[in-house]
C-alpha cells in the first residue's frame, strides 16, 4: 500500500493549481439554498457534481425531495444527488456525505473580495463562499477519485455518495430519502465519512466521535387582549413581559448552570479514558479570547471550557417574539410574548425526559408569580446528541490516514454543535459514521471572508484518499 498511496500523493502535489481552479469554479456558482432568486444556481450545481461524477464512470441517481414555499414562491428543492463508484464485492463500501449548498453572501456584508469568486490570498488561503462549507471537502472525494484514475491505480473500496443541496435550509426532505434508500441505493455499506465540520484549532487535525442535540422551546406569556398604554395601565395589570423576564431568569444562571432541577441526572459520568483524551488538545484559552474579540470566558480552566462545549447540556437564551424591539422609545405594554431558547443535549440525555423537566419546572416557577396571566411552553424541536467510540476501526483508519499525512496523531474531539444527517445515517444503515474535518477551526463558515488555506485544501486530498486506503487495510 505504500508506494501506491505515495504514488497518489505526488499527483495530487503536481495537480495542486488544477485544483484549486476546480474550487473557483464551483465557488462561482451561487449556490445559496436560502435565497429563492439562487434556486437554479443551487440546482446547477448539483448537476455539475452529477456530471463529473459520471464522466469519471460513476453511476448516478439524481433524488428530487419535493417541493417548498420560499419568499413567497413555491419552489421545487434541490436534488440530493447519489451515486455508486465503484461496485466489486470483495471490497469495502464507504459511503460519504456532504452539500453543496452555501449560506447567502454579499460583498456589502463586510467581505473584501467578491464572494463569488475565489481568491488566492498571498498567506495561502483561499477565499470565497463554500470554500471549506462545503464545496472544498465535497470536491475533496471527486479529486480523490479523478487522480486515483489517472494515476492508474485502482480504487482501494467502493465509493457510495450522497450530496444534498439543502444542509444550510435545513436539510429539507434528506431525511425521508434516507430512510427509503437505507436498503436500496445505500445497502451494502459497511462506514460513512462525514467531512463538514473543522478542526479544534489551526495547525493539528482532528476526529470528531461526538456531537450534542439541541432542544429548542418557545415561553409563551398572554395577558389583555391587545397592546396596553403602560400610562394608564402599568401597575394595574399583570404584564406578560414581566412574567416572561421573571422566568428565563430562573433557567440557567450567570456561571452556565442550567438550574432545572434533575437536568444533569442523566448526563454520563466522565471516564479515566475521557480525562485523557483532553491532554495535548491544539485549544487555549489565549486563542479563544482573540477568536471573541472579548475575553468573557466563564471558566478558568480550559478543560472544563471544552467539557462545557462537548460533554454537559447548556441553556442558551436567544430572543423574545411580540417585544418591542425598534428603535426609539414606545411605552407599550405587549399582550402577548414569546420567548425562546434551547437546550443541548448530551449522552445519555433523552429529550422526551428533558421536555418534562422543562415544561414542569417553568410551570412551577411561574405558579409562585401568582400571575393572571396565561403560560405555556411548546417544544418545537427535538434533535438528539451523536456519540461513537473513537476505537472503532472506522476512527482507527482514519487516525492512521491523519498520522501518514500531517505527521502528528490528530486530536480526538466533539462539537457542541449538531449535524443531525450523521444520526440519520448511523440509525438507518446500522454502521458507524465518522467525522473526519478537512478544514480550520478559522475559515469563518457562515461568515465574511470564509476561506479554506491552501494546506488544508491539499492536504485534506491527501488525507482522504489515504482514509480509503486504511479502510480497505482493515481486517
Known amino acids: 500500500m505504500a508506494n501506491t498511496v505515495e504514488k497518489y500523493f505526488d499527483l495530487v502535489d503536481q495537480n495542486q493549481q488544477k485544483f484549486i481552479e476546480t474550487l473557483r469554479e464551483v465557488v462561482a456558482i451561487p449556490s445559496v439554498s436560502g435565497d429563492a432568486s439562487r434556486r437554479a444556481d443551487v440546482v446547477r450545481m448539483g448537476e455539475w457534481l452529477q456530471a463529473r461524477w459520471e464522466a469519471l464512470g460513476a453511476q448516478c441517481k439524481r433524488v428530487d425531495p419535493g417541493k417548498q414555499e420560499l419568499q413567497g414562491e413555491v419552489l421545487d428543492l434541490p436534488p440530493v444527488i447519489l451515486g455508486q463508484y465503484g461496485d466489486d464485492p470483495s471490497k469495502k463500501t464507504v459511503l460519504v456525505y456532504g452539500h453543496y449548498d452555501v449560506q447567502p453572501a454579499l460583498l456589502e456584508d463586510g467581505w473584501e473580495t467578491d464572494p463569488f469568486t475565489l481568491v488566492e490570498k498571498e498567506d495561502g488561503r483561499l477565499v470565497g463562499r463554500g470554500s471549506t462549507d462545503d464545496k472544498g471537502p465535497v470536491l475533496g472525494w471527486l479529486l480523490c477519485a479523478e487522480t486515483h484514475k489517472q494515476a492508474g491505480i485502482d480504487m482501494p473500496v467502493n465509493l457510495k455518495f450522497c450530496f444534498e443541496g439543502m444542509e444550510e435550509s435545513g436539510s429539507e426532505g434528506l431525511d425521508a430519502i434516507i430512510i427509503d434508500e437505507a436498503d436500496k441505493w445505500f445497502k451494502g455499506t459497511d462506514l460513512v465519512c462525514i467531512s463538514d465540520n473543522y478542526w479544534l484549532g489551526t495547525q493539528k487535525p482532528c476526529l470528531t466521535h461526538g456531537l450534542r442535540g439541541v432542544s429548542y422551546f418557545h415561553l409563551e406569556v398572554e395577558g389583555p387582549g391587545a397592546d396596553l398604554h403602560s400610562g394608564v395601565f402599568g401597575g394595574t395589570v399583570h404584564e406578560p413581559m414581566v412574567d416572561l423576564v421573571h422566568l428565563l431568569s430562573r433557567l440557567v444562571d450567570n456561571d452556565g448552570r442550567i438550574k432545572v432541577p434533575g437536568i444533569y441526572d442523566q448526563v454520563m459520568a466522565v471516564t479515566d479514558d475521557e480525562e485523557r483524551s483532553y491532554e495535548g488538545l491544539e485549544f487555549s484559552h489565549k486563542a479563544l479570547a482573540g477568536d471573541l474579540k472579548h475575553d468573557v470566558i466563564i471558566h478558568d480552566d480550559e478543560r472544563m471550557t471544552l467539557k462545557h462545549r462537548w460533554r454537559y447540556p447548556t441553556l442558551s437564551i436567544h ?28 449522552p445519555n440525555m433523552e429529550p422526551a425526559k428533558v421536555a418534562e423537566l422543562v415544561t414542569k419546572y417553568v410551570g412551577d416557577e411561574f405558579a409562585k408569580l401568582g400571575s393572571k396571566n396565561r403560560m405555556r411552553v411548546i417544544e418545537t424541536h427535538a434533535g438528539r446528541w451523536w456519540y461513537s467510540s473513537p476505537d472503532h476501526p472506522n476512527f482507527v483508519a482514519a487516525a492512521k490516514a491523519t498520522e501518514r499525512v500531517y505527521g502528528v496523531k490528530p486530536d480526538l474531539t466533539r462539537e457542541g454543535g449538531s449535524i443531525p444527517v450523521t444520526l440519520t445515517f448511523e440509525e438507518c444503515l446500522k454502521v458507524n459514521v465518522l467525522l473526519l474535518p478537512m478544514g480550520a477551526a478559522d475559515d469563518g463558515a457562515h461568515s465574511i471572508n470564509e476561506k479554506i488555506d491552501k494546506r488544508n485544501y491539499i492536504q485534506g486530498i491527501k488525507l482522504l484518499g489515504a482514509y480509503l486506503h486504511e479502510v480497505a487495510a482493515l481486517d
Open 319 to 346: 430572543g423574545v417574539e411580540g417585544a418591542f424591539y425598534a428603535p426609539g422609545d414606545k411605552t407599550v405594554i405587549p399582550a402577548r410574548v414569546r420567548g425562546k431558547f434551547s437546550l443541548r443535549t448530551v
